[in-house]
């Protein structure tokens, strides 16, 4: 099998060929990624989440900044009744919000769009327009995050295996249980053990899905300002796959979140809801997290790049007819 981070010109052209969406490959990736989101929106629901809509144009959203996995070439902005807006990043923002003012817990199947830099339509990992399944949890903590997507990635991975075992066995992919709670390591040690480029070193080095924590990046993230630790997390898949899901245990002190935005070199008033909010004690601590659905979907289709479960690839530096 052909992992990702090895794409050559033949395979991006063969993706991004309009025919192709009918391929054999494509077509069991599709029907893959409709169990899994049966599954997982089931599961989300038995566990007492409100299932909320995505929104696509904002005043405010994610940053993706600073972030040590960001490479963005551009922040698409429009003007819409003469207002700029953004195309949407991440809802990060409007969860933070949604989940102080409104349902404690709830989630959202959320389309992003990322103008990654070109060279990374060869990653086999990225893509400029993508889905992640948000949460967010008012009061949660990492553990409760943790147990939420152990939930859901083990239970969609049962339900493949079980309802498509003849699809998976014509494409060859041997997709395999696993038992949880998964593995907790910290971005520390994973310097330690494999330097700068861990990121790219240990999903080759890992059987398990593992947990990632303490990854300095965005304001939003929770950070001890005592100890330097943030109360953040990674999910990373093994076979060489890597990272699925990032997410958080949140800041939600006006001044501590005012000083981060700044020392970001951001501008405080594309944050002035969250601010203010802050600032009147009605922003919640909470914890959440963002699943990327095509790249969880690609792991269990064994795709050869993760736009080969997307019927209209979003590849970095291609822009197809559809
Ligand atoms: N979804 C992530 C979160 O909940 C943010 C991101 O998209 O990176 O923290
Ligand atoms: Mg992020």
Redesign the pocket.
């Known amino acids: 099998m052909l992992k990702p981070k090895t794409v050559d010109d033949g395979l991006l052209e063969e993706l991004t060929k309009v025919e192709s969406m009918g391929a054999r490959r494509r077509l069991i990736a599709y029907r893959a990624g409709t169990v899994v989101l049966r599954s997982m929106v089931e599961e989300l629901l038995d566990m007492g989440f409100e299932w909320v809509l995505p929104v696509m144009l904002s005043r405010t959203t994610?940053p993706?900044w600073p972030?040590p996995?960001?490479s963005i070439e551009t922040r698409p902005e429009l003007e819409v009744y003469g207002v700029r807006v953004r195309t949407m990043q991440?809802m990060?923002v409007h969860k933070r919000v949604l989940v102080s003012l409104g349902p404690p817990k709830f989630f959202i199947l959320s389309p992003n769009i990322r103008i990654e830099k070109r060279e990374r339509g060869k990653t086999g990992w990225h893509l400029y327009e993508f889905t992640q399944l948000e949460t967010e949890i008012a009061y949660g903590r990492m553990e409760d995050v943790f147990r939420v997507y152990e939930r859901l990635v083990t239970s969609a991975i049962r339900a493949v295996r079980s309802e498509l075992s003849e699809d998976l066995r014509e494409i060859g992919r041997e997709l395999r249980d696993f038992g949880t709670p998964f593995r907790v390591v910290s971005r520390r040690e994973l310097e330690r053990a494999y330097g700068p480029e861990w990121e790219r070193v240990l999903p080759h080095k890992i059987e398990e899905p593992v947990w990632v924590t303490d990854i300095p990046?965005?304001f939003y993230d929770f950070e001890d300002f005592e100890t330097g630790t943030w109360r953040n997390y990674d999910l990373y898949m093994p076979e060489g796959y890597g990272e699925v899901l990032?997410g958080a245990e949140r800041e939600h002190d006006y001044e501590k979140m005012l000083t981060k935005i700044k020392r970001d070199g951001l501008r405080p008033e594309d944050y002035e809801v969250l601010l203010r909010l802050a600032m009147e004690g009605k922003l919640k601590p909470s914890a959440g997290a963002?699943l990327g659905v095509e790249r969880f979907v690609a792991y269990v289709v064994g795709a050869r790049h993760v736009a080969e479960v997307q019927p209209f690839p979003r590849i970095p530096g291609i822009v197809s007819p559809l």
């Open positions: 994610d993706l972030d996995g960001a991440s990060i990046r965005e990032s963002g």
